[in-house]
């Protein structure tokens, strides 16, 4: 990849606020395909993404590398419609047989699940996929200055402090009286690490998924503060758990 033009590439639609956050899937879906096809030959592939809102990734899955794909939400959404075929489900009982996916997707979506529904999440992953299958997690580290969902950038603080604040800087509305109310319970790089190995799965791979600084991901304490977007790249492991 050529660091300084994916740079540019993405000024340009930071540049462009929130439709530029939108705008930038397609691109950022073409990095995920190259980092994917690292591992795997995505052509003809069975792919769920789970949580894939409308099914965008999977319409261009579909498109560029003839990938079979699923999109799976938990209802419909509220503006517009699917734009690819869609089962509604819940994460943490997917609705599908065992191993018939080749690759499954977890795409920014493990923050907003319940801390007692997480593990579930990552078994139903690890059930589904095949056996030499590839699985993705996207996070974005709660700790990150780009993180912090509603309360950014102030997440660092006690709840109502950082209400207050955002409330007051930004002219924000934010009523809840926690963070779980506002269906945020945070991931760090370190509780996903724990929940992916309870699954069983391997990590072949973390990845920068914006800054390409794909060492950082390697250094504990770092990662969790520096990296806005963390990708897990995950294999089973064949070896039953002691």
């Known amino acids: 990849m050529n660091i300084l033009k994916h740079y540019f ?19 950022l879906a073409e990095v995920l395909i190259k980092e994917l096809n690292e591992f795997v030959d995505l052509q003809g592939k069975k792919v769920l993404d789970i ?48 191993s ?29 996929l095949k056996k030499d299958g590839i699985a993705y997690v996207m996070i974005p580290p709660w700790y990150s200055p780009l993180s912090g969902q509603n309360i950014k950038p102030f997440q660092y603080f006690p709840f109502k402090v950082a209400r207050h604040l955002r409330n007051s800087i930004f002219l924000s509305n934010i009523k809840a009286d926690s963070i779980n109310a506002l269906g945020i319970w945070p991931m760090t790089f370190t509780s996903t690490q724990k929940f992916i190995r309870q699954a069983n799965f391997l990590i072949l791979k973390t990845v920068d998924i914006l800054g390409r600084m794909h060492f950082v991901t390697k250094i504990p304490l770092l990662r969790e503060f520096l990296l806005p977007s963390v990708g897990f790249i995950l294999a089973k492991n064949l070896k039953k758990k002691v």
């Open 51 to 98: 949580g894939g809102e409308r099914g965008e990734f999977c319409k261009i899955l579909a498109e560029k590398e003839k990938c079979q794909t699923v999109n799976l939400e938990p209802a419909k959404p509220t503006i517009g419609d699917f734009v690819w075929k869609t089962v509604i489900g819940s994460a943490d009982k997917l609705p599908f047989k065992d």
């Open 100 to 128: 018939a996916f080749d690759i499954v997707l977890l795409r920014g979506v493990i923050q907003h699940i319940p801390v007692k529904n997480k593990p579930k999440v990552f078994q139903e992953m690890h059930r589904v």
């Open 9 to 27: 590439i993405l000024f340009k639609f930071a540049l462009r606020g929130n439709r530029g956050f939108y705008e930038s899937r397609e691109y």
